[in-house]
């Protein structure tokens, strides 16, 4: 893809979905001692969503899993939407978008595993982690250079943002809330 043609793309973005595990954590399944399952998060996707959302795009995510952990971290960064158990991503956004009144033009989707296959081309622009499967990352439309885990979420809410020319409102708005705090 073109760097106009990407450009294009991400200005029609009026809302981001994330996969959870593997692009919001690092894919690992970690358990304790007494079977608590673990996941790591990064603050920096959490920064990401709020960019997005000071800018007026609408942040969410799609998962096949469940659970209470999953469900405290799309709050904390403040998501406007999840979807969980999610069996098939395609009737999902297809869903999505029939109840909003959207187009398919208008989201980005951030994947890394077989699992979001159906999603490639059924949306305006897919971005897959730099550690995705090796299908995915050959077809996505962009990926990034962060792993999942690490930020994924951000490094996209940067691309998107900077296209659409509102990234430094974004930012300021983003340290003025900060400082108020």
Known sequence: MTEAEMKKRCR?????ITDVDGVLTDGG??????GDELKKFNVRDGVGCVLLQLAGIKVGAFTGEAGKLIERRTKKIG???????????????????SENNLTKDCVAYIGDEI??????GSVGLFFAVADANDLIRQEADFTLQTRGGEGALREAAQLILTAQEKLTQALEMYLQRQSMS
């Open 29 to 34: 399944m970690y358990y304790s001692e007494s």
């Open 12 to 16: 029609a973005i009026q809302v981001v």
């Open 115 to 120: 699992n979001d296959y159906s999603l490639l």
């Open 79 to 97: 998501a406007d939407f999840l979807f969980t158990e999610v069996r098939d991503k395609l009737a999902c956004l297809n869903e999505y978008l």
